[in-house]
């Protein structure tokens, strides 16, 4: 139920981190994959990777926004069609944090844009090229499933993918199944950026999560990989939440045994 053999996935953001190890993971179950960063040196790497697994890789480096549907037309040119589409770019250019009635509108509109408005526009690329019996993952954010304090405009984004995953999957059904993952802690550059490399708050966060972990980008690629696959032929419009346990009533979670 897992084979994927000869498929044809994008993967946005794949220049490292979870991007990456979604891109090598679906090429471990036989996806040939389309990647997308703005660095073409990240990209080669995870390239690379696809190459090793004995699977073809296509770069497509740029900025993902406007950027969709052209990569879709080089996937269908070079393999000749489209089967899975990963909704992964995201985060934030600018690495403030503040409370949201003091984010400048710049930001917040930048912030839609970038983890929003790029999904959406992926989606309508993926549906335009896409055969029937595709698949479209969009990678949230628990921070969209609550109230997130200094990260306001992030989640916001991340709660507006969460309704148009939902949306889209009764519009496009039965044709294109449209799900989503949204990951908890994962300890990649970027979530290391957003914390300013503070160990303490890390510990922080780590006590917070039931399993006793953070999350690695392998964690989040296994779970993309299901959605992705005939395994979950029967699952459309869901968003899976992988973060250890930790979720909007665990937040402030004790382990047992501590103070």
């Known amino acids: 139920m897992f084979d994927m053999t000869d498929r044809v996935a994008v993967v946005t953001g794949s220049g490292q981190g979870i991007g990456r190890a979604i891109a090598w993971g679906l090429a471990d179950f036989g996806c040939d994959v389309v990647l997308n960063a703005r660095r073409i040196d990240d990209l080669e790497v995870t390239a690379g990777g696809v190459r090793e697994r004995g699977r073809r890789a296509l770069i497509c480096a740029g900025d993902i926004r406007d950027f969709s549907d052209t990569i879709a037309q080089r996937a269908i040119a070079e393999f000749g069609r489209l089967d899975i589409w990963i909704n992964n770019v995201g985060g934030s250019d600018d690495k403030a944090t503040r409370a949201l009635v003091d984010t400048p509108d710049d930001v917040f509109r930048s912030q839609l844009e970038l983890n929003l408005t790029s999904a959406f526009q992926g989606c309508k690329a993926a549906a335009k090229h896409m055969s029937d019996g595709g698949a479209i993952v969009n990678i949230s954010s628990g921070a969209g499933t609550r ?21 889209l999957s009764l519009e496009l059904a039965p044709q294109i199944r449209v799900n989503g993952v949204a990951p908890g802690p994962v300890v990649t550059e970027a979530f290391l950026e957003t914390l300013t490399n503070d160990a303490a708050k890390l510990a922080e966060i780590t006590a917070s999560i039931p399993l006793g972990r953070n999350g690695t980008p392998d964690d989040i690629a296994a779970a993309v990989v299901y959605l992705a696959s005939d395994a979950a032929s029967w699952v459309t419009g869901q968003l899976i939440l992988v973060a250890g346990g930790r979720t909007h009533r665990t937040v402030n979670y004790v382990p047992k045994g501590a103070s």
Do not use: V
């Open 147 to 167: 109230g997130s304090p200094s990260t306001g405009p992030y989640a916001a984004a991340k709660a507006g993918m969460n309704n148009m995953t939902q949306t």
